[in-house]
């Protein structure tokens, strides 16, 4: 009796250790409300609206202890629409992230799957779309340089450093997957952070080739309608720094990107087919001023104004975007918000070109040169 119940003990105790060292969390965030567009392809509408802020998702995460600071991790994040119910990301069960690899304390993780590239990673959480106050609705023209997180990597790995006293750094490189086409349809990516205190800096650069023809699973989808890409560029290339400084409640930051496309032979945005492009190549440079302030634990402002400066290399034509978004939000808990947001964009020097205000999250493209999203709603973490 007594080498039983010892037996029941001992193997109580390394399950409870085994336990002790994996893990597995369900984790999510639903995004839900009502939107009001002034114009979209002509019209204006009222709509239920998903993700106007953060695109709804759940995922799973987990790691197991390894030992000696070395842990196996993985997560799987699908997107979905909550509105309707629909997978997001082009029907991908696990579209937003997908990886496995393993993390050292001392050295850093190393991770394979499909998963953000840099200027994700390390430049996006400067900007207001991408610190997740602005949001999708913040995004600069067309999400030109992936800040909001338009499209993800395929096929690629990635390595992220450990925290170097505030200075983080790490790279990203995704194959083409295609025999006798090493550098058909890849992709690769670096950056770096910094954080100290109320400082914040970072830089970050991303380079897509895409080559031309059917470049199917590779590092990004060959077509714009599958939930990856915005452009389909024989190349895209992506480079840019920020900086943001708290004082006391308020921060305000600075971001400049510059974003080159060679070749666009098309291009979807807001599920509407964006003429003016012709296979030329193009040019967005986006400068932005953010700012967020605490006006008491549960309530913040947020603002932020981006000059955006285009050029098509063929017709040396110049638009130029302007785009201003304000948001007020409302936590009813840690895990619950309620917000009311509202983006204006114009385009000027547009005439010739065919590029019209296109707010991410409206709908469609405005028919003019302008347009107003209006929307509020609320979001839940789990």
Do not use: C
């Given at each position: 009796m007594k080498k039983t119940l010892f037996a029941l003990a001992a193997l109580g105790a390394f399950s409870a250790a085994a336990q002790a060292q994996s893990?597995?969390?369900?984790?999510?965030?639903?995004?839900?409300?009502?939107?009001?567009?002034?114009?979209?392809?002509?019209?204006?509408?009222?709509?239920?609206?998903?993700?106007?802020?953060?695109?709804?998702?759940?995922?799973?995460?987990?790691?197991?202890?390894?030992?000696?600071?070395?842990?196996?991790?993985?997560?799987?994040?699908?997107?979905?629409?909550?509105?309707?119910?629909?997978?997001?990301?082009?029907?991908?069960e696990f579209g937003r992230q997908a990886y496995?690899?393993?993390?050292?304390?001392?050295?850093?993780?190393?991770?394979?799957?499909?998963?953000?590239?840099?200027?994700?990673?390390?430049?996006?959480?400067?900007?207001?779309?991408?610190?997740?106050?602005?949001?999708?609705?913040?995004?600069?023209?067309?999400?030109?340089?992936?800040?909001?997180?338009?499209?993800?990597?395929?096929?690629?790995v990635k390595y992220s450093s450990v925290n170097y006293n505030g200075l983080s750094f790490g790279a990203l490189y995704g194959f083409s997957n295609k025999a006798g086409g090493f550098s058909d349809n890849r992709a690769y990516s670096f950056g770096t952070s910094y954080n100290n205190g109320p400082?914040?800096?970072?830089?970050?650069?991303?380079?897509?080739?895409?080559?031309?023809?059917?470049?199917?699973?590779?590092?990004?989808?060959?077509s714009t309608s599958s939930g990856d890409a915005i452009f389909l560029a024989s190349r895209q290339r992506v480079f840019g720094v920020g900086g943001s400084y708290a004082f006391g409640p308020a921060t305000v930051g600075l971001v400049w990107t510059h974003t080159q496309l060679d070749n666009v032979a098309s291009a979807n945005f807001n599920s509407t087919a964006i003429s003016g492009f012709n296979g030329q190549g193009v040019r967005f440079d986006n400068y932005e001023i953010n700012a967020k302030y605490a006006l008491t634990p549960a309530v913040s402002l947020a603002g932020a104004y981006?000059?955006?400066?285009?050029?098509?290399?063929?017709?040396?034509?110049?638009?130029?975007?302007?785009?201003?978004?304000?948001?007020?939000d409302y936590h009813l808990s840690k895990r619950t918000d309620v917000y009311?947001?509202?983006?204006?964009?114009?385009?000027?020097?547009?005439?010739?070109?065919?590029?019209?205000?296109?707010?991410?999250?409206?709908?469609?493209?405005?028919?003019t040169d302008s347009q107003v999203m209006v929307g509020t709603g609320i979001r839940h973490r789990f």
């Open positions: 893990s597995v969390a369900l984790y999510g965030l639903i995004d839900a409300g009502v939107a009001y567009v002034n114009n979209s392809g002509g019209n204006s509408n009222w709509a239920a609206a998903s993700g106007m802020v953060n695109g709804s998702r759940w995922g799973l995460e987990g790691s197991e202890d390894l030992g000696n600071g070395l842990k196996a991790v993985f997560k799987l994040e699908n997107g979905f629409n909550i509105a309707n119910g629909k997978l997001g990301q082009g029907g991908r496995v690899g393993l993390s050292s304390a001392q050295f850093g993780t190393l991770t394979i799957g499909r998963q953000y590239d840099s200027v994700v990673d390390y430049l996006a959480p400067l900007t207001l779309n991408g610190s997740g106050y602005g949001g999708v609705m913040a995004s600069h023209p067309y999400d030109n340089d992936n800040t909001n997180n338009s499209f993800r990597i395929n096929n690629s400082l914040s800096l970072a830089a970050a650069y991303l380079q897509i080739n895409r080559g031309n023809g059917n470049l199917a699973g590779g590092a990004l989808d060959s981006t000059f955006t400066d285009g050029k098509l290399d063929a017709t040396g034509k110049k638009p130029k975007w302007h785009t201003v978004t304000l948001q007020a009311l947001e509202g983006t204006y964009q114009k385009v000027a020097d547009n005439d010739g070109t065919g590029l019209n205000a296109a707010i991410n999250g409206a709908g469609g493209v405005s028919s």
